[in-house]
């Protein structure tokens, strides 16, 4: 992804790139190479912008602070829309349903471990 790009999409997110963000974008790179040469950075990065954004929301844990949450809101937007411009619909349905089942997974209360984000997401890309 060249660098004015990533620069363009992680507008308002710079400071989530050290803490996290790099390392999820980069562990998804491997899953997106099936795909389009030149939407594999928007791909990967909408996934690590889902985890980071699930991460920051506090998703089956105590209510984050209203900062956080509403940077895991702009987290998921920007995902929804890389995904919107770069994802065939059905990896964007599976990518739907992945936030669906963690989110379900942490409402229910359950004391059975919840799904792995990062594995949900990698199946997702499998939708293709």
């Not at 791909?43 to 929301?57: F, K, S, T």
């Not at 602070?65 to 599976?94: E, H, N, T």
């Not at 359950?110 to 792995?116: L, M």
């Amino acid at each position: 992804m060249s660098i004015q790009l990533l620069e363009r999409e992680l507008e308002r997110l710079e400071s989530l790139w050290e803490d996290g963000l790099s390392d999820a974008y980069r562990s998804y790179l491997d899953a997106v190479a099936a795909y389009e040469p030149e939407a594999q950075p928007r791909l990967a990065l909408a996934a690590a912008l889902i985890e980071i954004g699930l991460r920051l929301q506090g998703l089956g844990g105590r209510a984050a602070a209203a900062p956080s949450l509403l940077m895991g809101d702009l987290c998921l937007a920007r995902s929804s829309r890389l995904l919107a411009g770069d994802a065939p619909q059905s990896v964007q349905i599976a990518f739907a349903r992945a936030i669906e089942t963690l989110s379900a997974a942490a409402a229910s209360g359950s004391s059975a471990p919840p799904p792995r984000t990062r594995e949900l997401l990698l199946r997702a890309f499998e939708a293709r």
